[in-house]
């Protein structure tokens, strides 16, 4: 087969390919760089080092895949390019790491900049800079260092184990699971293993820990794959066949086997390819974070280095007038670059990162995603799922109601008495779970659990030793207690006897819970009983869908619905008896399809599932800081609803608006039905006085109804209603039943509106929401989490507050470090060039301002700004940079004016100043230095830049409302008392030793007052501007550039502007919107139109 030399791959996948290309290596292509490296002293192999692409085409030519030696991919993100390489050791491959942290662009821009400073005799700032790249690049190395030793802990406790393979001849053979493929048959030993692949299971069965993948530690069980029915005639599908594979990296704890059959699988995936594998995939190469402050930050360093390039044209041509030296010429107009973009922006600007991450841990939050705290920061939607989230983890039984005749039988508490041991709604209890014993302890789902023990009922497994003494697979047996017998009469002990002999159950068959049809149910045989019978649980409504309609309640629609309005998880049991004729084998063999059906309604099961108690404080404190909260679960409607009310989501007043979606069947068309939920007499009487004509205010009526969607009808609006996803996110609350990719799909909907979107979950089926989300909280320590960017030591939803406020606090230091430095660099640049007007050179003092504040105590409605070029920060930057330089110039000019003031030379005294000194200092001609450091002017500009750098920085480091004042961040407030006092004492007291060692002079005690007056007033008004800009400054821009009448920058902002706008929007109750007519609503309740109800 002859490959093209461009082919396009992975076209049916979500994240694909476009293009690959094929290169094999040029020799005189390979020449020419060589040369072109050397004239340009390495820098060109840099460049091809940043820019891939450029690489491989400038050093091969372009050939057919099958004789390529490297490959230039194209996805839908960037180029990339990929070479046969294997790593042997962690070793090597974190200097690999360590080179790209190293070749970095600004990492190779402080390696300049250091040079270059060094051959100008400026160690100190130079030795700063070299220390902070060292601790950046060695911190980093052993973040990532911990991160893959983590990860490789976790791919190795399976990657490599002996494992026994069936081959053709039937022979069996040992052989290490790196050497296993697809197709393989391997035999799952009794005592389990952690699989080192993704098979499916023909036969026997195992109980299985999944953890690792979902986050739950409830062991599951797993069936062999139907060899018979429609099922067994369907292709293998890893997502619809879960429930008969085996994944990487799960421990497999049991399993049960015919008499001389093995427990035997066949390997589907391995390696990358397994879901495991993909886990492992998304933790390496991670969703990239597109947070806009990092792109604004290479914008604005973009408009630095433009300043810095008009600083470069003005020194040289200065130089060049005054006859500098080529040498100093060059020194001099580079120094103007490495002064105007600060190479310690990158160390300074993760400071605030570093230390919230710190703060974080001390409250139990982990992070393995640093740079989204900055994102946490921006979160104005949080998803919560409800069970172990929003509600606690555990079930509570509250009572049972049995259906009898077609009827419901009054509620009862317990469903341990005597009176109902033989009933099928018991029997149904204690048989119809996949619990297991491990160790002696009943294991197993906790609904499970809660069910069982609620029957009080006896669960016995068979020992490996009966399982082999018998033809078929022994069943795992359920029966009643047998009381003491002290406590009953002898007529009593038998009668109990003969009720335990005859009501042992033995569980033949098991068809394991599927999310997809919302059941499970099990064939069982009585002891002495000559037929089996068919027990099944599950969602109400699909449970009453299999069974007959005579045996349904007429009542079931009005219990079910009280019920869930009032928080319970109801659970509904159905039985069937089988015919006689089914044997034992034919049953291992059958489809559930055919046991599922024609069943009689047994009754009902209602769990109470209880609010934690921090829930309700939490949503109250997100919703009063102007964050939005929704509920994301995969339980019933109704209960989801009634959680939403009970927890502060959705308030009394307010209504509910179900959208109920059906596919297009039978030549109609999708369409979506929208029910208004009554939930109280105050809301019915509000909806019934809209009804009728009366309207209240449009913000009112804006805030007063959310859409609750379920999982189905999501799927269907998804579909066939593109154009009204988005308008049906602004005001859901509540989605319901939803499957895992639905969570995913909802995040990416949300995002796709502007919305910064946070998912808390407890790890089981997030997942994938998690790592969708801007920011992921896991609270679930279980490796499932390994993927989430936060995961929280504590199980209630405390942390997400605490993951915004310090997200906040991180995201102003991040703004404050990066206006500080921009000032920084721009003071010290308007410096330099003042001086280069006298060709001097500027000595200057290294202030490192980062902010250890911490979070506030609050969260406040306001949120902080994203952007670093937006209007108010900009206006604080440029009137900071305007003060800072009418005051040098200031400073500058008064100093020439002076009566002491001469062209400074070695002899000059301004301190001691007289005629005859000053006569003879003119007299005499001083020795001619193109590096004149010592002078008035420089000494003048040394003391005001050096208050303006504590100025600004203490102006710029800001408390409330995100941050603690900056008073009580000590460190912070004594390096600042520290320098003020350093200064003032050198200004005013000088010092012959400290003048010498920063190469300032002596200047008259009057001018220094003038300095101490300047530098005051140059603090006053810059603070006084930043609290004007802080106060008036998004209002005066506002005005002055008439922002107020655009329309809002993010897209759910600008549709909820046209919504309420929409005469139409929501629509009326009991309508229906069909896909083929998008903008019509047809009443099928009362005869009123949308436009007369909301007249």
Known sequence: TTFPPTARLNQNQKYFIDEVWGYQPCVWKM??????????????????????????????????????????????IHYFTHHNTKYSSLFIYCLLIFRHQVLNPFYIFQLFSVILWSTNDYYYYASAIVFMSVMSLATSLYTIKKQYVMLHDMVAAHSVVRISVCRENKDVEEAMSTELVPGDVIIIPANG?????????????????????????????????????????????PEEHKRYTLFCGTHVIQTRFYTGELVKAVVVTTGFNTEKGQLVRSILYPKPTDFKLYRDAYLFLLCLVGVAGIGFLYTIVLSILNKVPTKTIITKSLDIITITVPPALPAAMTAGIVYAQRRLKSVGIFCISPQRINMCGQLNLVCFDKTGTLTEDGLDLWGIQRAEDGSFSPPEAEAAKDSLVNTAFVACMATCHSLTKIEGEISGDPLDLKMFNATGWILEEPTEEETALHNPIMPTVVRPPKQELSEISVSDCLCLFEICFSYEIGIVKQFPFSSALQRMSVVVRRLGEKHMDAYLKGAP???????????????????????????????????????????WHKVQSLNRDVIESNLDFLGLIIMQNKLKEETAGVLKDLRQANIRTLMVTGDNMLTAISVARDCGMIRSHERVIIAEASPPRDLQPASITWRYGIISTLLQVVEIQLEDGVCGEQDQQDQSYHFAVSGKAFAVITEHFPQLIQKLVLRATVFARMAPDQKTQ?????????????????????????????????????????????????????????????????????????????????????????????????????????????????????????????????????????????????????????????????????????????????????????????????????????????????????????????????????????????????????????????EIVCVPHDWRITLVIIVIVNAAVSFMLEMAIDRWGSAFLSWLFCWNNKPPRMRYMHLARQLQEDPDWPPGPSTVTYASQPQSLTPIGPHVTPVQMRQ
């Open 193 to 237: 293993l952690i699989m080192p692949c993704d098979a499916v299971l023909i036969s026997g069965t195992c109980i299985v820990n999944e953890s690792m993948l979902t986050g739950e530690s409830v062991p599951v069980t797993k069936t062999s794959v139907p060899n018979s029915g429609e099922e067994g005639a369907e292709t293998y599908n």
């Open 541 to 583: 409504e699909v449970v009453v869908s299999l069974c007959k309609e005579e045996t349904v309640p007429g009542s079931f629609s009005e219990t079910l619905e009280a019920y869930a309005r009032q928080g319970f998880r109801v659970i509904a049991l159905a039985h069937r008896q089988l015919e006689p004729k089914l044997s």
């Open 31 to 76: 020449i020419l760089v060589g040369v072109g490296a050397v004239c340009s002293g390495g820098l060109l192999l840099l460049l091809l080092y940043w820019l891939p692409e450029w690489g491989v085409k400038g050093t091969c030519t372009h050939t057919s895949l099958r004789d390529a030696h490297t490959l230039l991919l194209r996805s839908t």
């Open 746 to 998: 909802l995040v990416e909907v949300l995002q796709s509106v502007d919305y910064i979107v946070g998912m808390c979950g407890d790890g089981a089926n997030d997942c994938g929401a998690l790592k969708r989300a801007h920011s992921g909280i896991s609270l679930s320590e279980l490796e499932a989490s390994v993927a989430s960017p936060f995961t929280s030591s504590t199980s209630n939803i405390s942390c997400v507050p605490n993951l915004i406020r310090e997200g906040r606090a991180a995201l102003i230091t991040s703004f404050c470090v990066f206006k500080f430095m921009a000032l920084y660099s721009i003071i010290q640049y308007l410096s330099v060039t003042l001086l280069y007007s006298k060709s001097s050179h500027h000595c200057g003092l290294f202030l490192s301002a980062v902010s250890l504040n911490s979070a506030w105590k609050e969260l406040v409605w306001r949120r902080p700004p994203s952007s670093l070029i937006s209007g108010p920060l900009l206006f604080s930057v440029l009137s900071q940079m305007l003060t800072s330089l009418v005051f040098q110039v200031l400073a500058f000019l008064l100093v020439q004016q002076q009566s002491w003031y001469e062209k400074w030379t070695p002899l000059s005294d301004a301190c001691n100043v007289s005629s005859a000194s000053l006569f003879h200092s003119q007299n005499v001609t001083p020795p001619q230095s193109h590096n004149n450091i010592k002078n008035y002017e420089n000494t003048t500009l040394f003391y005001v830049s050096s208050f303006q750098y504590l100025a600004v920085a203490i102006v710029f480091s800001k408390g409330k409302p995100f941050r603690e004042p900056s008073y009580k961040n000590w460190p912070f407030m004594l390096s600042c008392i520290g320098l003020y006092t350093f200064l003032f004492l050198i200004m005013l007291n000088p010092i012959p030793a400290v003048d010498s060692f920063l």
